[in-house]
């Protein structure tokens, strides 16, 4: 079992899906712990829920983002957790954080990087009015929602979504994806080259009539 260590700062749905996964035996990773930045977060109340260690950590307790990143790193450690998965945790890794665990750290976020970075990914896809969205998961680095991807999913984006609808839509697929990228973590199955990750044992679709692809709006009789 892979030791990891969950950050949240709000839902924690994606906590959930992780924990569900491993539950059903899925996703072999043992959550040593659940951290939150906010108090109130309701990942929290998952987490106890299923007998998980948790730790408030408030951000506003430190004078800067060296020492918040010392605590984590300290928390982290304490945890003895390989792995750290952001989900939804609302705030930025400095340097320290990140070149102390590099690619121990995986992000989630709701577009298709590098489109729509930031905290309104998907609000930002809504108002640009693409016609597909998604989700990613990447390795974290020092750049904002930058490092290596190791999965992405897309789903169809319409006229009338707004950063809500759309959201939920992509939500249902991070809920897939995170615990799959996790789980070939896990396994050390993931190879990281550079900016790109390879899966080992997984087998690439022949690129043929059959290629797998998702068209909005749909492609009519004839196309
Ligand atoms: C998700 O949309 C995730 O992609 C983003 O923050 C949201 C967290 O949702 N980084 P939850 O707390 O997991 O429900």
Known sequence: ???????????????????????????HVDIRLVLSNKPDAYGLERARKHGLPTVILPHGDYPDRNA??????REVDQAQADVIALAGFMRIL???????????????HPAILPSFKGIHGQQDAADYGVTLSGATVHLVDEKMDHGPIIIQAAVPAYPDDDGDSLGKRILALEHRIYPQALQWIATDRLKIEGRKTRIEQSEIPQAAMTTPCLVNPPLEEGF
């Open 68 to 73: 918040y990143d010392e605590a984590l790193l």
């Open 94 to 108: 400095g340097p320290t954080f990140v070149s102390s665990r590099r690619n121990h750290i995986v992000n989630i």
């Open 1 to 27: 079992m892979l030791p990891i260590a969950v950050f949240v700062s709000g839902s924690g749905s994606n906590l959930q899906s992780i924990i569900d996964k491993m539950e059903q035996g899925a996703l």
